[in-house]
């Protein structure tokens, strides 16, 4: 199934989205929970939701991040064979400059405050960059913690999956050395349109990932070329970190974006950016102008 956080008339709430993607508000199974709690309780509540009969219809929802405040936020660093040589090549992989292939995978978080909903403006943060990128990625959302877990057990911890654009400031991205700030900008994460369960996505690997950039088409690959697949990322992050309910890993994002272009094409205020995973739907957020 798919589920929603929206707001409408001033109230957040969680909703079910329909095949004609019509979001039911879900108050009365799950009350005021967050899907945060909802996937902390998924054992007595999922069954709940899927029992649902008929729901009230929101009428014009504003759609809102399916969890606009996740515990961690991690991220994979050239986890596409074809992203990996376009970022090495562009020099801003300061100071690796590599177009090998990472012998592990390179994990890291972009903070929580970073999350804005699918329909959100991008802040372009024209004061402390003029280098904004776009990555369209799908996202893991983990259901079962653990830690320790085993490649072959990881796909059962895994909840279901969404969609990330994992903004970035490349010039401070290349000046700071490491990527916390400059994939952490707020409204660095826009994330939706919904979350969908693991058993409704069925086999991630048949997923495609693309972008669009003032509808011109940017990125575009499947998720079979991952280096590290997904039960490689959870077993190589959870050896020593315990992964938790609601936990996020962005996998990666393939070749396409602006700096493996010569020159780059950055994104600039105005610019509109779609992140679209098959099944998972299309984020479309634009690059807001300064105030
Ligand atoms: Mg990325």
């Known amino acids: 199934m798919k589920l929603a956080t929206f707001t409408h008339a001033g109230r957040t709430a969680i909703g079910r ?15 005021d929970r967050t899907l945060l709690q909802v996937i902390d309780d998924w054992d007595v509540l999922g069954p709940a939701i899927a029992a649902a009969g008929e729901l009230a219809v929101v009428a014009e929802p504003r759609l809102c991040a399916p969890i606009p405040v996740p515990r961690n936020l991690y991220a994979v660093g050239k986890n596409y064979r074809d992203h990996v040589q376009e970022f090495g090549r562009s020099g801003y992989d300061h100071p690796d400059r590599s177009t090998d292939i990472p012998p592990v995978p390179v994990v890291f978080s972009k903070v929580p405050t970073s999350v804005t909903g699918p329909f959100d403006d991008i802040d372009p943060h024209l004061a402390i960059t003029s280098e904004l990128d776009y990555e369209a990625e799908l996202a893991v959302i983990i259901g079962r913690g653990g830690r320790g877990i085993h490649r072959d057990q990881a796909l059962e911890h895994v909840w279901g999956y ?16 490491q990527w916390t700030i400059s994939k952490s900008l707020d409204t660095f994460a826009p994330m939706g349109l919904w979350a969908v369960t693991a058993d409704e996505v069925g086999d991630p690997t048949r997923l495609e990932a693309s972008s669009h950039v003032n509808g011109k088409p940017r990125q575009k690959a499947p998720v079979t070329d991952l280096i590290f697949d997904i039960p490689q990322l959870i077993s190589n992050i959870s050896a020593g970190i315990t992964l938790r309910a609601g936990d996020i890993i962005a996998t990666g994002t393939p070749a396409g974006v602006g700096i493996g272009f010569t020159p780059p094409r950055f994104l600039a205020p105005g610019d509109v950016v779609e992140c679209a995973i098959t099944g998972l739907g299309s984020l479309r957020n634009t690059v807001g102008n300064p105030a």
């Open 17 to 31: 989205v329909g095949d004609d993607a019509r979001v039911s508000d879900l108050s009365s199974v799950v009350g």
């Open 162 to 177: 969404t969609i990330i654009n994992d903004v970035t400031a490349r010039d401070l991205q290349r000046e700071g050395q």
